[in-house]
């Protein structure tokens, strides 16, 4: 059973930094790619960063420059490096992880975790 586990989340002020991390049940590379999504009350769960198999990250425009995804298999886990922080990053922030295999595309989610920028 695959599991995700999110940890970092919390309170900072504006223009500050976060690190989120994302431990997975086995080696990260069982996955194709690995990301973090995130979403405020109201609104979509929107894509924030992803990080394939091969290495290959995409960034949502409005993060770009700001946030790193990175991956330490040693560790199982998938970091998001948020700095710079803006009020409009506040969010619940969840881990996502997919395999394409025999039956198709299956996704996997963790229990999100919540950050929050002050002005």
């Known amino acids: 059973q695959v599991q995700l586990v999110e940890s970092g989340g919390g309170l900072v002020q504006a223009g500050g930094s976060l690190r989120l991390s994302c431990t997975t049940s086995g080696t990260i590379f069982r996955f194709n790619a690995l990301g973090w999504y995130r979403q405020v009350p109201g609104k979509q769960r929107e894509l924030v960063a992803t990080l394939t198999r091969g290495g290959q990250t995409n960034y949502a425009d409005s993060v770009k420059g700001r946030f790193t995804i990175s991956g330490d298999n040693a560790k199982n886990t998938v970091y998001l490096q948020m700095n710079s922080l803006k009020p409009e990053d506040t969010a619940v922030y969840y881990c996502?992880?997919?395999?394409?295999?025999?039956?198709?595309?299956?996704?996997?989610w963790g229990q999100g975790t919540q950050v929050t920028v002050s002005s």
């Open positions: 996502n992880a997919f395999v394409v295999g025999s039956v198709g595309r299956v996704e996997y």
